[in-house]
């Protein structure tokens, strides 16, 4: 069974503290590892798709990576315009999605 | 941004009545699916769609079915709603599922409709 663990549930920074969100899988022939971003009220937005251990994608300040066994989403000098609900989720064999609990980000100004 | 759509955005009914939920896209994409949201569980999926007429569960569909008579319309039936049904509930679409290729399949999600079941 595919699963996704993400960690911390909740971080609190400072703006400008830079720091890292985990997501942890174990899923039967990765095809995917996903990032989304989602605002209270709102459904989940779409930031990165990984495919391959190695593999990184930057978009402003935020920066994906992903190991064999874990994905990390770098948040550098974030603003309080970043705080969200960012989600991991992976697709597997089964081409179905599993997604993590999320990690609740605020960013104090 | 992708355009999906969810109808009603939020809904108050009682227990046991029926209660269907609407997604539309105007993205032709092929896959749809139908999640609940939460707190504790994040997202999970009730059903999804493949294309028209052809449908499959996920993790968390009994009481749930679903029909997609139409490439851009997903509906979501609660046949008797019960009280554990409240929920947020997420249409989300995706482009394709290529089985040679690592193909395209990343979501994009609708609004969302805010379901309360008294």
């Known amino acids: 069974e595919d699963q996704v663990t993400q960690s911390p549930e909740a971080l609190r920074l400072q703006e400008g503290e830079s720091s890292s969100l985990n997501c942890s899988y174990t899923?039967?022939?990765?095809?995917?590892l996903f990032w989304y971003r989602q605002d209270p009220g709102k459904g989940p937005e779409f930031l990165f798709t990984?495919?391959?251990a190695g593999e990184e994608k930057e978009k402003e300040r935020l920066k994906a990576t992903l190991t064999k066994k874990e994905s990390f989403l770098h948040i550098t000098a974030p603003k309080p315009e970043d705080s969200a609900t960012y989600l991991c989720a992976s697709v597997g064999g089964s081409y179905i999605p599993t997604f993590g609990r999320g990690t609740s980000l605020i960013v104090h100004p | 941004d992708a355009g999906i759509t969810q109808s009603p955005r939020h809904k108050v009914t009682e227990t046991g009545t029926p209660v269907t939920l609407r997604c539309h896209q105007t993205e032709n994409h092929r896959y749809m699916y139908w999640y609940r949201q939460d707190p504790g569980h994040g997202l999970r999926l009730i059903h999804y769609?493949?294309?028209?007429?052809?449908?499959d569960k996920g993790e968390v569909s009994d009481g749930y079915s679903v029909s997609r008579s139409k490439t851009e319309d997903f509906l979501l039936t609660l046949e008797s709603a019960t009280s554990s049904q409240t929920s947020v509930y997420f249409c989300?679409?995706?482009?394709?599922?290529?089985?040679?290729?690592?193909?395209?399949?990343?979501?994009?999600f609708g609004p969302g409709t805010r379901l309360t079941v008294t």
């Open positions: 899923v039967s022939g990765l095809r995917g």
């Open positions: 769609s493949y294309g028209v007429k052809d449908t």
């Open positions: 989300a679409i995706s482009e394709f599922w290529d089985r040679v290729s690592r193909g395209s399949y990343e979501q994009y």
């Open positions: 990984l495919y391959s």
